[in-house]
């Protein structure tokens, strides 16, 4: 009679919980007040796209947006765009019309970044 030996081998969510544990959340940096040009974009009238300025539009790890100033902070949206003509860009989704958007030299500007606006 020949004999078996049986290995059982069971994925425990308790260990897969504890390899792909986050990291705990850093604490809010106080960051340098940036200041930059803001536009107000209105809203589309009937039949219309909305279009935002391209030089408010950014890429963040792959994802395509915008800084919205609001409540005196730059807050990253992430935006669908289409076409670009004439220095502006489409906006598909993402933003609604009445957004003032932060525009200019971006690369400092994180989300959360204190924003005094210049027009």
Wanted: aromatic fraction near 4%; hydrophobic fraction near 40%; glycine fraction near 10%.
């Amino acid at each position: 009679m020949s004999t078996a030996k049986l290995v059982w081998i069971a994925a425990s969510s308790a260990v897969i919980a504890a390899c792909h544990q986050a990291p705990a959340p850093t604490p809010d940096v106080e960051r340098p007040t940036l200041e930059r040009r803001v536009v107000n974009i209105d809203s589309p009238k009937s039949g219309r796209l909305l279009s935002a300025p391209s030089e408010a539009l950014l890429t963040r790890a792959g994802v395509p947006g915008v800084f919205v100033y609001r409540q005196g902070r730059a807050r990253f949206q992430m935006v669908k765009t289409g076409r670009t003509a004439a220095g502006r860009v489409e906006i598909l989704s993402g933003l609604g019309g009445g957004e003032t958007l932060v525009v200019g030299d971006l690369k400092a500007v994180r989300d959360g970044s204190p924003l005094t606006p210049i027009e």
